[in-house]
């Protein structure tokens, strides 16, 4: 084939296609079919085809139960999902339930050992300011018994001086010097009294009386 047959056989595709284009687009509800010659791409026959629209129409038709088959298959697939999901969801919720309620126990054991703590903390003190008041209280009670024990030492120091007193004035040393002393004392009396009665010529009382008689 020459350039010019080229020329012209692409020439008439270009007008078969923009024809085929047209109708297409003009009569899209008509059922058609297109013939070609490819050998000498001359002319481009179409022609309406008999029982074709039915043919689509029940196409269509299958088509669309196909559509709402695929679509329920879907929707059984995502309901498979939504089950699965919820479950998973519902067995999350579970186990956060199951962590939660455990939590909470925990802190509520926490917290009971924490207040048993405080609370023996909190008598212990009061244990350690009893003992300190307890203290306070043996150690000034000691020191009053100290200083009515240094009084109660001074005054058995001084009846004891008393008692060594009476023991010494009490010992038979003492007792015969006393007397001793004593008889010296009264027989010394007794002659100044004698001589201050009778005088010095010796007379007495007793041979007065008995010269007279």
Avoid: W
């Amino acid at each position: 084939m020459t350039d010019g047959g080229k020329e012209i056989n692409y020439h008439f595709n270009c007008q078969n296609q923009e024809a085929e284009s047209n109708f297409t687009k003009n009569n899209q509800n008509i059922p058609y079919e297109i013939f070609r010659n490819d050998t000498t791409a001359v002319e481009v026959i179409v022609k309406g085809v008999t029982g074709k629209r039915k043919k689509m129409t029940d196409t269509s038709y299958v088509n669309t139960d196909n559509r709402i088959s695929s679509l329920i298959k879907e929707v059984e697939g995502l309901k498979r999902k939504l089950d699965e999901a919820k479950t998973n969801t519902d067995e999350i919720r579970e186990s956060f339930l199951t962590v939660a309620v455990e939590l909470k126990r925990q802190l509520d054991r926490a917290h009971q050992r924490e207040i048993k703590e405080q609370t023996k903390i909190f008598a212990l003190q009061l244990e350690n300011l009893k003992l300190r008041s307890l203290l306070d209280s043996k150690t000034n009670l000691i020191k009053k018994l100290m200083k009515e024990l240094i009084s109660v030492k001074r005054v058995v120091k001084l009846v004891s001086r008393g008692f060594d007193c009476i023991s010494m004035s009490q010992s038979p040393d003492f007792i015969n010097n006393s007397e001793t002393e004593y008889r010296a004392f009264e027989k010394e009396l007794q002659n100044g009294f004698m001589m201050n009665v009778i005088g010095p010529d010796g007379i007495t009382f007793d041979s007065t009386i008995s010269n007279k008689l």
